[in-house]
């Protein structure tokens, strides 16, 4: 069974830049969809970036141009690199694997890590 750990939250400033992390355990990542959720309380879970076994990326909207995903099979890691970030992107960011019919839809996924927290605030 995939296990996902997520790391690299913290508190940033306005226009600061941070790098999420996202590692597999308990098997390959190969063939696998991984995708970048984010939720605040209350919300519902936003899809933010998905790439594909072929690296095929995806964005949404609001962070389009500011936020970069990759990923190394050989690692068995995703990241999620923030930049130019706003007081609007503060959520738990969640780590996502599966095979999605709609990237950014949460259900399509299998596999979840237990997030972490991205923080911005003068």
Not at 1 to 21: F, I
Not at 90 to 111: H, L
Request: charged share 20%; glycine share 12%.
């Amino acid at each position: 069974q995939v296990q996902l750990v997520e790391s690299g939250g913290g508190l940033v400033q306005p226009g600061g830049s941070l790098s999420l992390s996202c590692q597999a355990s308990g098997g390959g990542l190969v063939f696998v969809v991984i995708a970048w959720f984010r939720q605040a309380p209350g919300k519902e879970r936003e899809g933010v970036s998905c790439i594909t076994h072929d690296r095929m990326k995806f964005y949404a909207d609001s962070v389009k141009g500011r936020f970069a995903i990759s990923r190394d099979n050989a690692k068995n890691t995703v990241l999620l690199q923030l930049y130019d970030l706003e007081p609007e992107d503060t959520d738990v960011y969640y780590c996502a694997a599966g095979y999605p019919s709609t990237w950014y839809r949460p259900a399509d996924y299998t596999y979840w890590g237990r997030g972490t927290q991205v923080t911005v605030s003068a």
